[in-house]
């Protein structure tokens, strides 16, 4: 009579002469002893060819490494030649050679890189397109920009830049501004020295109402230096002379028309005043410097009060 035998997972059954014996099974200590024996065959054979070498040149090349860390040669380096992934980037093609700018006006491409972070030092590959974006749109002057990678070595910039449309003064710090009065940047140089110049709290909200006025005086128009807004109500306009044309809270196109007739008829503008004050209507008060009243003592005693 013979027995079926059911394959067991953790028993190998062997097959000799028609007969079906069970292989023995191990205990778990004796498990333990040969799994540690067929570790130990496994360390006494040879290591492959050439992993001794490698492991000798790994051993020497970080030596090396740490050296040159610790003596300073990388720092160097990096100072020289950017990070060393720029620099294997860079012999492999991937360097900056072309970079094209469009939309800038105000800016020009040395302040547009130094803004965007990009050097000679930097790769195509490595460079963080959407950082450089970012570092520009910090910048005073720059509305918006995109920043594109065209591999192996193109790198476009796109810039809207904001416009400047006047100078500020206030607290004796001179700011540009854009036509909305929000500031753009400190005035750094000359650039924008040509630009409407307004002082005071406020004037820089109000820029429409002064460019206004600018445009009422006509031929005078170049004569003006700057508008100064008092107490946030009413402008003064400082003119290239020197003189100081004080204009009314209400109405003040008509004075500006009315200065540009007297100038017209009497030259108010080219006599020794310091100042004109058209704040009442239809009359005008002149301020003379201390020569040009005492000269009109001296010709009028009896005006010698009157101006």
Same mark, same amino acid.
């Given at each position: ?58 051993l020497i090349f970080g030596a ?7 003596? &300073? $040669?990388? *720092?160097?380096?990096?100072?020289? %030649? ?6 294997? @980037?860079?012999? /492999? +093609? ?105 002082? &005071? $709290?406020? *004037?820089?909200?109000?820029?429409? %109402? ?6 009422? @005086?006509?031929? /005078? +128009? ?71 009243a005492a000269a009109r003592v ?10």
């Amino acid at each position: 009579m013979s027995e079926a035998f059911a394959p067991d997972p953790f028993t190998r059954l062997a097959y000799a002469g028609g007969e079906v014996s069970g292989a023995r099974v191990l205990l778990r200590g004796e498990r333990s002893a040969a799994g540690v024996v067929a570790w130990a065959r496994t360390l006494r054979r040879p290591a492959p060819r050439g992993v001794g070498l490698a492991l000798a040149a790994a051993l020497i090349f970080g030596a090396g490494a740490f050296g040159v860390v610790r003596g &300073g $040669e990388y *720092a160097s380096f990096v100072e020289d %030649e950017g990070s060393l992934p720029d620099f294997i @980037a860079r012999a /492999l +093609g991937f360097d900056i050679a072309v970079v094209t700018i469009s939309g800038q006006t105000e800016l020009s491409e040395t302040e547009i890189l130094r803004d965007a972070g990009v050097s000679p030092k930097n790769s195509l590959l490595l460079l963080d397109a959407a950082e450089a974006r970012a570092r520009l749109e910090k910048a005073p002057l720059v509305k918006q920009a995109s920043v594109r990678k065209l591999y192996p070595n193109h790198l476009v910039i796109d810039l809207v830049e904001r416009t400047p449309c006047a100078l500020w003064q206030k607290d004796g710090q001179v700011a540009v501004v854009a036509a909305d009065g929000a500031v753009i940047d400190q005035m750094r140089d000359q650039r924008f020295s040509s630009l409407p110049f307004v002082v &005071g $709290e406020g *004037a820089n909200e109000r820029l429409a %109402e002064y460019t206004a006025l600018v445009a009422a @005086a006509g031929e /005078l +128009g170049p004569r003006i230096r700057a508008g100064v807004l008092v107490a946030n109500r009413r402008w003064n306009l400082k003119m290239t002379s020197g003189v100081e044309v004080m204009l009314p809270e209400v109405n003040p196109l008509a004075a500006v028309a009315t200065l540009v007739r007297l100038q017209r008829e009497s030259r108010v503008l080219d006599r020794d005043v310091l100042s004109l004050d058209l704040r009442v209507e239809g009359r005008m008060f002149a301020r003379l410097t201390e020569e040009a009243a005492a000269a009109r003592v001296v010709a009028h005693p009896k005006k010698a009060g009157a101006t």
